[in-house]
């Protein structure tokens, strides 16, 4: 079997977390052993090759990178937002209720977020070794480099350090023909040397990456069931992680939200996208900006313009939604006196006036839950719509939300490229 791996310049701190164990997610506590068992079983069924790999590199752009297929009668829809967005249901509920079948939809870009609990991915299963670790743009310095529009960073320093993606599980999900992984090296001028594997196979020669990289293509001769990224030595950070597939889908909807987010992630200048363009683009924020004990809301607005002029101009000519803040009553912390639903309402007044100016719509969560305190209401039903704490949605609550949603915000279509 032959691989070829292309490495390209830009085709297209902080608080760190460590990634933390999650459905579909296996935390290997002895070092790799139970991600290579998963590993061996994601790739039974296909033949695997024990003969030699051979990658094809370059550092200089000068590599046959091989465009991905942009599918111009696809819609293309893209979100960035918190834990409301994060886990999907949202997503899928509002998927159904604008008429586009779930089952058709995929994503395009998948966050690293890998291991960190209530964030969809998009792949079947994944598996980490014990020394990743989760950075966040909007725990970062805005000096920090590296980042994509993934806003997240998956990063290891650590030799041995292994990453499992399996795509297929057991439900049978689609393989991709190729994979592009985005990633950073905190310094251009040190070795990074890489292991990689694919479907269940022996690891390729390694495979060292010297200079400025920003990208690697990994182009099997057969579709990617799994594969296995191993760091044999350096520092790595996985930015973005971008599956292509033989056949067009029938939606693209790439997921960017995590718990605890805040739209100030958009306020580091150094991003970059790696989606070129989207139909809809989808920025819900709000929740998590509403605890600060500085927040007031002229402050507020001035921040949210810097960070949706860094949004728009990454995707100046997609059709743009703001989603505010669900309304909330969770109690504060003991230390701070907040009136959560009037700083819900104030966050809701200023985001619907920004937004306008940087061309976007605007859907006010919390009003069209009823305004101020209706979450109550929403918990105390038969069936509850919130959750215990008077913060989060129950699944139907997120089901209902959508069905708002939608019929407030018209369907999306296909935008020319």
């Known amino acids: 079997m032959k691989i070829w791996v292309y490495a390209c310049l830009y085709c297209v701190t902080a608080a760190v977390f460590p990634a933390h164990a999650d459905t579909g997610v296996v935390a290997a506590a002895d070092k790799n052993r139970r991600c290579d068992d998963m590993f061996q079983f994601a790739g039974t069924g296909k033949s695997r090759s024990a003969g030699d790999v051979q990658f094809t590199t370059a550092t200089d752009g000068s590599a046959p990178w091989r465009a991905s297929p942009q599918y111009p009668a696809v819609l293309r829809v893209g979100i ?105 090296k905190p310094d251009p001028e040190a070795t990074l040397v890489l292991g990689i594997s694919i479907n269940g196979g022996p690891e390729a020669a390694p495979h060292v990456l010297e200079g400025e990289v920003h990208a690697l293509q990994v182009m099997p ?3 990617i069931r799994a594969v296995r990224l191993r760091l044999i030595a350096g520092q790595l950070a996985i930015t973005g992680l971008e599956p292509v597939y033989r056949n067009a889908p029938k939606l693209v909807f790439d997921l960017f939200s995590t718990p605890g987010a805040q739209s100030k992630g958009w306020s580091n200048p150094k991003i970059k996208p790696i989606a070129a363009h989207y139909d809809l683009v989808i920025f819900q924020y709000g929740t998590n900006e509403a605890p600060s ?88 039903r038969a069936e509850p719509w919130a959750q215990e704490d008077w913060m989060h949605l129950t699944t139907r609550g997120y089901i209902e939300s959508a069905r708002l949603f939608a019929a407030a915000i018209p369907r999306p279509t296909v935008r020319t490229k």
Request: glycine content about 8%; proline content about 6%; charged content about 20%.
């Open 80 to 184: 960035w937002g918190d834990s409301h967005t994060a886990s999907g249901s949202f997503v899928d509920a509002v998927l159904q209720a604008w008429g586009f079948p779930v089952e058709g939809a995929r994503v395009g870009h998948v966050q690293p977020a890998i291991g960190l609990p209530g964030v969809r991915l998009g792949i079947a299963r994944t598996c980490l070794s014990k020394g990743w670790n989760l950075n966040f743009a909007y725990r970062s310095s805005l000096q920090e480099a590296g980042f994509t529009s993934t806003l997240v960073k998956l990063k290891s320093q650590s030799s041995d350090d292994v990453v499992v993606l399996d795509f297929v599980g057991s439900e049978g999900a689609p393989a991709p023909q190729w994979l592009n992984l985005y990633l950073d």
């Open 221 to 223: 001769e057969t579709e």
């Open 293 to 380: 004990d500085s927040y007031q809301p002229e402050t507020y607005a001035v921040a949210l313009r810097k960070e949706l002029r860094q949004f728009r101009a990454a995707y100046p000519k997609s059709r743009c939604v703001l989603i505010g803040p669900p309304d909330r009553i969770g109690l504060a912390p003991a230390d701070k006196k907040i009136d959560y639903p009037l700083r819900h309402q104030s966050i809701s007044r200023v985001q619907a006036t920004v937004s306008a100016e940087f061309r976007c719509e605007y859907w006010d969560w919390q009003k069209a839950m009823g305004g101020p305190k209706s979450i109550a209401a929403w918990a105390k």
